[in-house]
């Protein structure tokens, strides 16, 4: 099994920036499709960002609007967010997910999920 432990979460003024890391554990990690999502209070979790096997395959949710970027190392096993941009509708905490099948936008697609990260974006 996948075991994901996010980091770098924190508080930040409106317009500055904030970089995830998810530290991914266990067998071939290489050859999973790792994912971005996140939920506010009373909120639904909602998708950010997914990454194939290798660079070429994202897709980001469109609320984005080119302002984050995923990204991954398979050498550390470790699975990144670069947030630019961040306005107080980015408040949420953010979750990493894995999936061995598929580019998935659903929560019910990942088969395994770290604990969460909190981001808040200060007005």
């Known amino acids: 099994q996948v075991h994901l432990v996010e980091s770098g979460g924190g508080l930040v003024q409106a317009g500055g920036s904030l970089r995830l890391s998810c530290a991914a554990s266990?067998?071939?990690?290489?050859?999973?499709?790792m994912a971005w999502f996140r939920q506010a209070p009373g909120k639904e979790r909602a998708f950010v960002a997914a990454i194939g096997t290798s660079d070429t395959g994202t897709e980001y949710g469109g609320f984005v609007k080119g302002r984050f970027a995923i990204s991954r190392d398979d050498a550390m096993q470790t699975v990144y967010l670069q947030m630019n941009n961040l306005s107080p509708e980015d408040t949420a905490v953010y979750y990493c997910?894995?999936?061995?099948?598929?580019?998935?936008?659903?929560?019910?697609?990942?088969?395994?999920w770290g604990q969460g990260t909190q981001v808040t974006v200060s007005s």
């Open positions: 997910a894995a999936r061995r099948q598929g580019l998935g936008t659903r929560v019910d697609e990942y088969d395994f």
């Open positions: 266990g067998p071939r990690f290489s050859v999973h499709i």
